[in-house]
């Protein structure tokens, strides 16, 4: 029965708006109950390995709300997971599940800012599965799995700075998944992550300044995703986010603020809706979180193109109202001070440019003030370093009257 209903939790609910709440209880249930099966029978490599699958579970639920008890709970399950394959250590299923597991753990650390720990985590995972390719290299499972692990590492890799390596992984994720997809044993969920990979390459390849090569990739992701249901979360979230790419590159292109917004205003649109009919979901605060964001870049790309005007102002104090309230409900993830304080700064620019010195003066002040805790919680991640220094030059040259940069 526990079993029974953490499928039900995972496969169905997980899809249903509004179903959040009874999706966390009955997941929670299933913990309490083999937990209790353990205490009884500690040493039963059943119940342990069920066990462990029950605590996955759960820390991937948990995440987004508790990211600390999640860690807790997923070490817990690897530890699990390790005393088995000791025991067993030819098991395959064991070693594909302690794979999938480490590549959860990975992102629990990624949210947490533990960028080195996630990495690590993140290579004894292809470690694992590398082995397993090698000894079975035609199992489309084990290829899926190595992919997967390409593409989460991809995006670790981008934000420790490391875009060479980045690239490398988005493109091999990319390679996989088109043979995924066109695979007769392939699931139905190998075409978002097709599109998730090419989405990743093109951002490396924008951050890399290979911007046709962007553009390419960027309109592969964008045709594969529109192909897909556009009714599921899942598929949207990840348009919005494609959208949201292709509108930095159009910037970075030079193109208008029209051609460039465009894109940008129908991330926000699908973020919207997103956070409007998910508010129970776990991923409540990650759509949240993208619309905050979304909505700076639109207000620093109308501050650059010498807008100042009270819509601007509005857009940045919505982003900030978001920011600040994840912030309250979740103090342990960098992203969103890293992000409130790229707000901050651009709310100091439209107060200069409206002549608001005391306000700007504020504004600075508790951006530097954010951006250090930023740094201090992720200290490998090289765009909060790089925007620490940003904050700390923008103080100064306001202080001795300065223009910013």
């Known amino acids: 029965m526990a079993l029974s209903n953490l499928d039900l939790a995972e496969r169905e609910l997980s899809r249903l708006p509004g179903k959040g709440a009874i999706r966390k209880k009955m997941t929670t249930r299933s913990r309490e109950v083999f937990e209790q099966f353990h205490e009884q029978a500690p040493e039963d490599p059943a119940i342990r390995s069920e066990l462990?699958?029950?605590?996955?579970?759960?820390?991937?639920?948990?995440?987004?709300?508790?990211?600390?008890?999640?860690?807790?709970?997923?070490?817990?399950?690897?530890?699990?997971?390790?005393?088995?394959?000791?025991?067993?250590?030819?098991?395959?299923?064991?070693?594909?599940?302690?794979?999938?597991?480490?590549?959860?753990?990975?992102?629990?650390?990624?949210?947490?800012?533990?960028?080195?720990?996630?990495?690590?985590?993140?290579?004894?995972?292809?470690?694992?599965?590398?082995?397993?390719?090698?000894?079975?290299?035609?199992?489309?499972?084990?290829?899926?799995?190595?992919?997967?692990?390409?593409?989460?590492?991809?995006?670790?890799?981008?934000?420790?700075?490391?875009?060479?390596?980045?690239?490398?992984?988005?493109?091999?994720?990319v390679d996989a998944y088109r043979g995924l997809v066109s695979h007769p044993k392939r699931r139905a969920y190998d075409p978002l992550l097709l599109s998730m990979a090419l989405r990743g390459k093109g951002e490396s390849l924008r951050r890399s300044g290979r911007l046709d090569e962007a553009e390419k990739a960027l309109a592969d992701a964008g045709t594969s995703a529109g192909e897909l249901d556009q009714t599921d979360k899942n598929i949207l979230h990840v348009s919005a986010r494609i959208r949201l790419q292709q509108s930095l590159l159009l910037a970075a292109q030079s193109q208008t603020m029209e051609e460039s917004e465009k894109p940008l205003e129908e991330a926000i649109e699908i973020w919207r809706r997103l956070a409007e009919r998910w508010r129970d979901s776990t991923q409540y605060q990650t759509y949240r979180s993208y619309l905050a964001r979304a909505l700076t870049v639109k207000g620093i790309r109308r501050l650059s193109d010498g807008d100042a005007d009270d819509q601007v102002r509005a857009i940045l104090d919505e982003s900030n109202e978001i920011m600040a309230s994840l912030i309250q409900q979740n103090a342990e993830v960098p992203s969103y001070p890293a992000a409130l304080s790229e707000n901050l700064a651009s709310l100091a620019r439209w107060a200069i440019a409206n002549g608001q010195s005391e306000p700007a003066l504020d504004f600075l002040q508790r951006a530097q003030k954010l951006q250090q805790g930023a740094v201090s919680k992720s200290p490998e991640n090289a765009s909060y370093q790089e925007n620490l220094i940003k904050r700390q030059r923008d103080l100064t040259r306001f202080r001795n009257g300065d223009a910013l940069d």
């Open 52 to 173: 462990a699958k029950v605590l996955r579970f759960w820390a991937n639920v948990e995440r987004g709300e508790n990211p600390q008890d999640a860690l807790a709970a997923s070490q817990a399950a690897a530890d699990l997971y390790d005393s088995l394959l000791a025991e067993s250590p030819q098991d395959r299923d064991l070693q594909d599940r302690l794979a999938e597991h480490l590549r959860d753990q990975a992102n629990i650390f990624k949210m947490l800012g533990r960028l080195n720990e996630a990495i690590s985590a993140f290579k004894r995972a292809g470690q694992t599965v590398g082995s397993l390719r090698s000894t079975f290299p035609d199992d489309v499972d084990y290829r899926r799995t190595e992919a997967s692990l390409k593409l989460d590492l991809g995006s670790l890799q981008l934000q420790a700075g490391q875009v060479n390596e980045g690239l490398e992984n988005y493109s091999q994720a």
